[in-house]
């Protein structure tokens, strides 16, 4: 079972190496003696070097430490992932998987009573072992050796017992895509240079309709007569590492949830087959999909899960994946008129075109992943 520290303070601080911001801590980054508390929780030794590790979200500000008993990485969850029925769900389930040899990067427990999670002020930490790996090459190679490590991850977890039944639902059928479609507008125009209005809200428009399409072709395939699991909920290249051309860690269970698994795989496809160049340049990224990525995934899932997927989840893999690049697009754009530091009016453009794209071809592209 995963647990808890709960702790104010701690006199036992550690001497630390560069400290990475002196002062008060702010919402992405670790004060001193905010620092200083949390590692005084810890038995990694004497600390020689503290570095920000900054991919994923800025609102779970990341540290990588190099001690005396290793390297190490230190997480402060984001608000709203912090919930402790949540955070507890996740850590049994990478130490479930860890007790299997799954790769995932390792939970370390505190030194003060053993656990695996640190409450101090009403922020949560996390600490795991730092892994050493490649990013996805953009190969076929690797979306075959990400498909093989989400169908193995399905396998592990087929009939796992599940202790919270809170962390459920997903990008489909949600209801939240209406009122996110009715303020993206307003919050594009307020957050800066944007389209203008009448543009802007036709776009939203047909990305609302698209949506809704989408999900009444998806559930036609019968998404909710299938079967729940255990899912990672956020699988993207930047959530594996790789090594010699296999994955060696699985990364963020923070969305861990109980699902349909056809909901990881699809958005897994989805994110393995988007091509990105300039990431400013929004306008000039090719609206395709990568095909022989999304191919190559969902055989190497099928080698190792053990139920090849069915053909009515196949059918619904590209209506799914509709659904997803336009709800994991339009909440934060709908929350501050951005997608991350990108322009909110642009983003919606792109995926504008990536939806056109792919609505048309999706039926062709779930006979293709039969093949």
């Given at each position: 079972m995963a647990s808890?520290?709960?702790?104010?303070?701690?006199?036992?601080?550690?001497?630390?190496?560069?400290?990475?911001?002196?002062?008060r801590a702010d919402?992405?980054?670790?004060?001193?003696?905010?620092?200083?508390?949390v590692l005084s929780h810890y038995d990694l030794g004497p600390i020689d070097r503290i570095r920000r590790y900054v991919r994923g979200s800025r609102r779970a500000p990341k540290l990588r430490l190099t001690a005396a008993r290793g390297e190490f990485m230190l997480k402060r969850r984001a608000p709203g992932k912090d919930e402790a029925r949540r955070v507890s769900f996740s850590h049994e389930l990478q130490l479930y998987l860890e007790r299997r040899k799954y790769p995932v990067a390792g939970l370390i427990k505190t030194r003060t009573d053993g656990q695996s999670v640190l409450v101090l002020h009403g922020r949560t930490y996390e600490m795991f072992r730092f892994v050493e790996g490649e990013r996805d090459d953009k190969s076929l190679g690797s979306a075959g050796q990400s498909g093989r490590a989400l169908g193995h991850f399905h396998r592990l977890l087929?009939?796992?017992?599940?202790?919270?039944?809170?962390?459920?639902?997903?990008?489909?059928?949600s209801g939240t895509i209406e009122s996110a479609i009715k303020q993206a507008p307003t919050m594009i125009t307020a957050a800066?240079?944007?389209?203008p209005e009448a543009?802007?809200?036709?776009?939203?428009?047909?990305?609302?309709?698209?949506?809704?399409?989408?999900?009444?072709?998806?559930?036609?395939?019968?998404?909710?007569e299938q079967a729940r699991g255990v899912i990672h909920g956020d699988w993207h290249p930047g959530n594996l590492l790789y090594r010699d051309g296999a994955v060696v860690a699985v990364l963020d269970f923070d969305s861990a949830r109980y699902e349909a698994r056809i909901i990881d795989l699809a958005n897994a496809a989805l994110q393995f087959s988007m091509k990105m160049d300039d990431p400013k340049d929004l306008d000039n990224w090719s609206s395709k999909l990568d095909v022989e990525r999304i191919r190559a995934l969902v055989w190497g899932y099928n080698e190792t899960v053990g139920e090849p997927l069915t053909t009515e989840e196949r059918s619904a893999v590209p209506?799914?994946?509709?659904?997803?690049?336009?709800?994991?697009?339009?909440?934060?754009?709908a929350a501050t008129g951005r997608f991350g530091e990108l322009s909110g009016s642009a983003f919606l453009r792109m995926i504008e075109r990536k939806v056109r794209w792919l609505r048309p071809r999706a039926e062709k592209l779930a006979e293709y992943l039969e093949q």
């Open positions: 808890r520290t709960n702790s104010s303070s701690n006199s036992n601080a550690p001497h630390l190496g560069p400290v990475v911001d002196e002062g919402g992405d980054r670790y004060g001193a003696h905010e620092l200083a508390m087929r009939g796992y017992e599940v202790s919270y039944r809170g962390a459920m639902g997903s990008y489909h059928a800066g240079p944007a389209d543009e802007l809200a036709q776009r939203c428009q047909y990305l609302y309709e698209a949506y809704h399409d989408a999900a009444e072709r998806a559930g036609a395939a019968g998404i909710a209506w799914l994946m509709v659904e997803a690049i336009i709800l994991e697009s339009i909440l934060p754009i």
